[in-house]
């Protein structure tokens, strides 16, 4: 489901945003949810994350790695990636025609990643993310 907010007017935006975002979860009803990092600094993702925790308080909530945008990034949660999996994801990544450009967003960048990330927990590809509330 796509939602039509203009980029960097989500600040403006913020309570418009929660209310999609509670119907959301009212519909689909998540056990875990995937927001930018809590030490993103795009003013956007940060409006992301402050009201998902808001709605999502009582579900695990993981941030995930933007590192043009992040100050700093807890890399406490590895998920091991197949060569398969990886692909998969350097294919969607191609599919941000608006962000090729930048060198940060390049599939050659994500790969790398993948490999340092993986070799951080043995493996040869992984995937980190922020662990924000972890709910058991």
């Not at 409006?47 to 995930?64: C, L, P, W």
């Not at 962000?99 to 993986?118: D, I, T, W």
Request: glycine fraction near 2%; include cysteine; proline fraction near 4%.
């Amino acid at each position: 489901m796509l939602f039509n907010y203009a980029v960097r007017e989500f600040p403006a935006n913020r309570q418009s945003i929660l209310d999609d975002i509670l119907a959301l979860k009212k519909e689909f009803k998540p056990d875990m949810i995937m927001l930018p990092s809590t030490c993103d600094t795009h003013q956007d993702h940060q409006v992301i994350v402050q009201e998902g925790f808001r709605a999502f308080k009582n579900v695990t909530m993981i941030g995930y790695e933007v590192p043009r945008n992040n100050l700093d990034f807890p890399t406490n949660v590895f998920v091991t990636l197949s060569e398969e999996q990886l692909r998969l994801k350097l294919k969607s990544i191609e599919c941000y025609h608006s962000q090729m450009r930048r060198p940060a967003s390049s599939v050659k960048f994500y790969e790398s990643l993948a490999r340092v990330r993986g070799v951080q927990v043995g493996v040869e590809y992984a995937e980190v993310f922020e662990a924000i509330r972890w709910v058991m």
